[in-house]
């Protein structure tokens, strides 16, 4: 299994509260993103990080927010929670291609649930 | 923009025979990375093969194959030999190989039943 530990793995809340969702890896990888899972749409990414202090939008990144201050760490926040942000949500991490092929998978954690009420 | 197509919502095969999943997607780029994912009921995202569309030769893991036919814009995943523990979601995905473009377009999945 890639080293990567989300949490909380379930959470449940109350529209306009701030949430922030933790990604963890162990395996020192560059890249790290968050994906949102909902039925009929597979996987959307919100935020990517590309290094610590680096990243940029995804697809679907109105009202989210990251920040990676150690190479470690991957925070997800919504600021103020909607009822429209009721999802799962994944990380992912990458490694690079070294001076080969860029042409490494992503690897994903086990999601955590968010509901918002 | 990328798209990635999988035409089949669900999909079932008989234990121990062969069953083969469809994924289409559109681009206009000639190099980039195709992706099978495994999702089980346990929620995991699980990398099942992945082929480099520079590579003529389609990639095998074990049980798992898949037929890249670049000009059709075609991967589909071909699983033999099924097994009851590849009951899942299987989503296809595609990323540009392009420096920066960190994006992974999914498709919207097919579920596979095994029946024993």
């Known amino acids: 299994d890639a080293g990567i530990t989300q949490s909380p793995r379930h959470k449940v809340t109350e529209t306009g509260t701030p949430v922030t969702l933790r990604c963890h890896q162990t395996?020192?990888?560059?890249?790290m993103y968050w994906y949102r899972q909902d039925p009929g749409h597979g996987l959307r990414l919100i935020h990517y990080s590309y290094g610590v202090k680096d990243t940029d939008k995804g697809e679907v990144s109105d009202g989210y927010s990251v920040s990676r201050s150690k190479t470690e760490d991957f925070l997800l926040t919504l600021e103020s929670a909607t009822s429209s942000q009721t999802s799962v949500y994944f990380c992912?991490?990458?490694?690079?291609?070294?001076?080969?092929?860029?042409?490494?998978?992503?690897?994903f954690g086990d999601g955590t649930r968010l509901s918002i009420l | 923009a990328q798209t990635v197509t999988q035409s089949q919502p669900e999909m079932s095969v008989q234990e121990a025979e062969t069953v083969t999943l469809s994924c289409t997607y559109d681009t206009s780029e000639s190099d980039y990375y195709l992706f099978w994912y495994k999702q089980p009921p346990s929620r995991q995202m699980i990398l099942v093969i992945r082929q480099e569309a520079y590579k003529q030769q389609n990639a095998t893991e074990n049980r798992f194959s898949v037929n890249f036919q670049k000009a059709a814009k075609s991967f589909s995943l071909k699983i033999s030999d099924s097994q009851l523990g590849d009951a899942a979601m299987y989503f296809c995905a595609y990323r540009s190989s392009n420096f920066g473009n960190e994006k992974l377009t999914f498709g919207t999945g097919t579920r596979l039943t095994i029946i024993p």
């Open positions: 395996e020192n990888h560059r890249y």
């Open positions: 992912a991490i990458r490694d690079t291609g070294g001076e080969g092929p860029d042409n490494q998978p992503q690897h």
